[in-house]
Structure formats: C-alpha cells, structure tokens
C-alpha cells in the first residue's frame, strides 16, 4: 500500500495538508483524483483503513476544516454517511478520507484527523449502548 | 499470541456476517501484523484448559487478555433450553460461519414460515438478513455449504426482530437496517408513526437518520414481496409454550407489552416496565440475541485477577490495566485487557481498534515509565517442552497460511471466496 500513488504530472500538482492529532501540518502534492487514505497511507501518516477503502468502517474519519472546501465535495452517500454515524468526533463537515478523491476544486483542502484517544467513561462499561 | 482454534481472526471470520466480506478487509492488516518477525502465533491452544494460565506467567514480561466474549446472554425463562425451534442467535452464527463448535447445530428452518429473533441489535439483523436473503446472492460468499443447504430448505416467510424498548432506544445500526430494507421482494411492516419523536428533523445526525431510514420504510409492497419482516417495539418475552401436538417443539412466545418511562420518553437511555397486557405470537422458531458475555479464563484467581461476573468484564483501569478488586483498585503487573473483555460486548471494528491502541499505549507507557512487570523473558521459547509433554499440536502462522490456501482452494472450485473447514481435525489434517 505504502508509497505506490502516481506521483502529479508538472503543473498538474494539487495541495492537500492533513493535520495531525498532534496539531502538526503535513502537506502534500497529488494529483487528481487520488483519495485521502491513500495519500495518507502513502506518506504513512496515522491514519487506518481497516476495510482497506471499501466503505465499511469509519477508521478514515477526516474533518474537512473549512464549511467552503466542504460544499465543494460532491455530497457523501447513504452507505458514506451510515458509516460516519459510527465514526467518533463526528462533525458537520466529517467525511470518510476514502470516499474524497482529489480534484482541481479541491486544491488546498486541509483535513483535520480527529483524536482516536476518546477517554473511556463509565458508561462505555453498561454494554448496553452502541457508540 | 495464543488462540484455541488453529485459525486466527476471532470474530471477523466467525462473527462478521459472510456478505460482509469488505468488513473482513481488517484480516489484510492483521497479516501485516503477523508478519513482524517480533510476533507470533500459537494457534490450537487453549490457555486455561490445555495449558494453565499460571504456567504462562514465569515466562512473560506482560499478558494481555483480548479473548472476546464467547458465551451469550440469556432470557432466564423457563423451556428457553428445552424446546426444539428456540436457538442461541450467537450459535447460529457461528454455525452459518463455520464456527467448529456450532456445526452440530443443525437449526430446523423447516417447521413453518414465522420466527421471532428477541432483540434488536446488530447480530439480530445479521440472523434476519440471513433468513431474509435469497440463498443464491449468499452462494458466493463464505459461508459454509452445510448452512447453504440448509438455508435453501427454508419456508421462513416472515421475521419479527423484537425488542424490549422502542426504535429510539434500538441498538442496531443504520447501515445494517437499510440493507434490510434494501433487499429485493422483501417487504417491511410500517413502524407506528407514535413511536418517533414528533419533531424529528432537530435530533442529533445519527438518530434523525436512522428515524428518517425507518419512517420510509421499504419500496417493496407487502401484495409483491416474497417475505416480509417487521420491528416490533415495547415487548418483553415471558413465555415459550410447547406445541399440544408435539410436547417437546414451540409453537409460540408470550410477550409482555412494556412501556417507557421517564421524562423524556425519546432519549436514548429511556427504560421501560411491563405492563400487564400480554400478546401472543405463534412461531415454531425463535433466537435470542440479545447480547454476548464473556467469561472468565481457568485460573485467573490464581493470578490474581477477579473477574466481574455481573458486568462480564476483567475489572481494568478503563485503559485496560487489569485491578484488583480486592485490594482497591491497584494495578496487578503485567497483566492486561483489551477488546470485549475490557469493555464488554458492544461496537463495532473501529471502537475495538480503538480500544486496542488504548491499551497498548497503557503497556508502552508503563514500560517507558518503568513500572513493574513480570520477570519472565524466554515466552513460548520456554513453553514449548511443555506443551509438547502434554502431546499438544501448536500452529503456527506459516501453517495457518496452508490451511488458508487450502480453503481458497476448497473455494474457488464452487465460485466462493473460500470453503472453511468446519472441524479442527479437519483443519489440522492439511498440515499432515
């Protein structure tokens, strides 16, 4: 998985920052159509695919930072949205990171990675509930 | 990491639905895993039964529990275990999955068209789905040609998955219940418009989704449909009866109509108590599903673990760090929890990941922070003339990957992602 995306052609690169738990910047030059886990992946940054990009889990959660870059995706589906119900952190502008494939409207984006380290509460113990 | 089965992969190849495969994609990072010359697996061995807990300790720094859940819960009513027709949901998962222990199972999906699964979470709809289902889209999947067969023998028509509270309190998900309501010439009963909150569009996102997904409803018409279902609210079993005919097989539940309390009677956490209305719904066939628990492993005391009977959990420090319960809460070196058994048994892949990197930055912390751990360093280095003095038969991942070969293999010749070998003899015999 790692490292095998198509390098951008000259003048063809798109920007894409992912920002870290850590609030550290990484940003990348991709091409078009490329989605965020697998640039993500690619460029080892901590972010899981347990599904391997198939849309059935929420490992990829990614916050899109602005409202602006968020209207300019296409909308998520049902089955993106079904997921990202279960997602944590969820926000009004969560998307799964391989469902966002990289297009010119898309230049710049920056993507938050929500913290995985929820503190567990006594609740998590009844069982009873989902999260 | 040692495993009494001689395959790896717990619940995501036993508990994972068959047409979940993208789900069972997680399998491709635990083979990453796997192949860390760090690790390694010691399948087809029972810790606690073929070898106890306490001769692991002397030869470990750390151990961590992360065995799941392998019992279900129980209804407490009387005849739940006697009458023919009334199945564990858990059981016949593992059944339909190839799960060795369940392949006597044998479910008669033959004595009429109704079933009622009690409960509503997500392995509810998993059994519903799979009865549901036209066995031909299964075919393909891996699921086990015994289950197949006997599915294709079915006359189930019509499903009820009920539950003690309302859909507001429900814990199946969205994407499993839209599945249901997706399948073809698969009608759903309309849910009592009464039971939703009256102003839906200002829930939260997850829960206004899931009321708008259930009040549409399916696009199937009841007059066109081939089977049907139905969520059932507000009803508590009390009663399995026995057929006059035939003493020993059901014939129908007793419910309990129930209803909600509190102030706010759409809230998630809204409990519920019976009233004395009952209903009666004839069915020769019934699950339970509602909740797995796990157990404790033989000879944890003597490691000084005391495991929670009533929550069904190892008492941790909510970051997986096993306590003590008698000795107020210290820590006990070197011992751990992760998974089900930590939290107990709800969520889905990613809050069991989640709950893994938790505990495995409690372990890293530790270490870095030089708290105690046990003594032992040689591992199954040290245990494997005793497992061998004891005549056990260890698998190894390289020999896991034949047995994985050889089901592929098994698979590809009916057009299936792979056929399972449903009995550990079985298994074992492709390493001979």
């Avoid at chain 1, 850590?22 to 078009?32: D, I, L, R, S």
């Avoid at chain 2, 279902?229 to 006059?244: G, I, R, V």
């Amino acid at each position: 998985m790692h490292g095998h995306l198509t390098p951008p052609k000259p003048d063809e690169e798109l920007n894409v920052t992912f920002i870290d738990k850590e609030g550290e910047e990484h940003n990348f030059q991709v091409a078009q159509g490329d989605n965020l886990l697998d640039i993500a992946q690619s460029e080892e940054l901590e972010m899981e695919g347990a599904c391997g990009g198939s849309c059935a889990c929420s490992t990829c959660h990614v916050i899109v930072e602005s409202d602006d870059m968020f209207e300019k995706m296409d909308e998520p589906d049902d089955d993106e949205n079904d997921m990202l119900d279960l997602a944590f952190g969820l926000t009004e502008t969560s998307r799964l990171g391989c469902q966002v494939k990289m297009s010119k409207a898309l230049d710049g984006l920056r993507v938050k990675l929500p913290s995985m380290t929820r503190n567990l509460q006594a609740s998590d113990f009844s069982g009873a509930k989902k999260s | 990491m040692y495993e009494c089965l001689p395959v790896p992969f717990g619940l995501v190849r036993f508990g994972v639905a068959p047409d979940h495969p993208d789900v069972k994609n997680c399998q491709d990072k635990f083979e990453q895993v796997a192949s860390s010359p760090r690790f390694n697996f010691i399948g087809n061995i029972a810790i606690g039964k073929d070898l106890p807990l306490a001769n692991l300790r002397p030869h470990y720094n750390a151990i961590t529990f992360a065995y799941g859940a392998t019992k279900d819960r129980k209804l407490g009513i009387s005849s739940e275990d006697r009458l023919k027709g009334i199945y564990s949901a858990r059981d016949f998962v593992g059944w339909y999955n190839g799960l060795p222990e369940h392949q006597a199972l044998a479910p008669d999906l033959e004595l009429g068209e109704e079933a009622v699964i009690i409960g509503q979470g997500n392995v509810a709809l998993d059994v519903a789905r799979t009865l549901l289902s036209h066995v031909d889209g299964l075919r393909k999947t891996d699921m086990t040609d015994q289950a197949l067969n006997t599915l294709s023998k079915s006359r189930v028509k019509r499903v009820r998955v009920i539950g003690r509270r309302g859909p507001m309190q429900a814990s199946f998900t969205i994407k499993e219940v839209r599945e249901l309501l997706n399948l073809p010439s698969v009608s759903f009963e309309p849910i009592d418009p009464a039971l939703f909150p009256p102003n839906a569009t200002k829930l939260p996102r997850t829960p206004k989704r899931l009321t708008q997904l259930l009040v549409k409803g399916s696009s199937t018409p009841a007059l066109q449909a081939r089977k049907s279902w139905s969520l059932d609210f507000f009803l508590s079993p009390t009663s399995f009866n026995a057929s006059n005919a035939t003493p020993c097989t059901l014939s129908s539940l007793t419910f309990l109509r129930n209803e909600v309390k509190g102030p706010d009677i759409f809230a998630s956490s809204a409990t519920v108590s019976p009233t004395t209305s009952e209903i009666l719904y004839p069915t020769s066939l019934a699950f339970r599903s509602i909740g797995y628990k796990s157990e404790a492993i033989e000879g944890m005391k003597d490691l000084g673990i005391d495991f929670d009977e009533r929550r069904g959990i190892i008492p941790n420090d909510l970051h997986g760090r096993i306590t003590s319960l008698s000795e107020d809460g210290t820590g006990i070196p070197g011992l751990y929890c992760s998974g089900w058994v930590k939290r107990g048994p709800a969520g889905v892949i990613a809050n069991t990941m989640e709950d893994a990197f938790d505990t495995a930055e409690s372990i890293a912390k530790d270490w870095e922070n030089k708290e105690p751990f046990m003594a032992g360093t040689n591992g199954w280095d040290a245990l494997q003339e005793d497992a061998a003095t004891k005549n056990l038969r260890p698998v190894s991942w390289d020999n896991w990957k034949r047995i994985d070969v050889a089901e592929k293999k098994r698979g590809k010749a009916k057009g299936k992602e792979r056929e399972k070998f449903t009995s550990i003899p079985d298994m074992l015999a492709v390493l001979d």
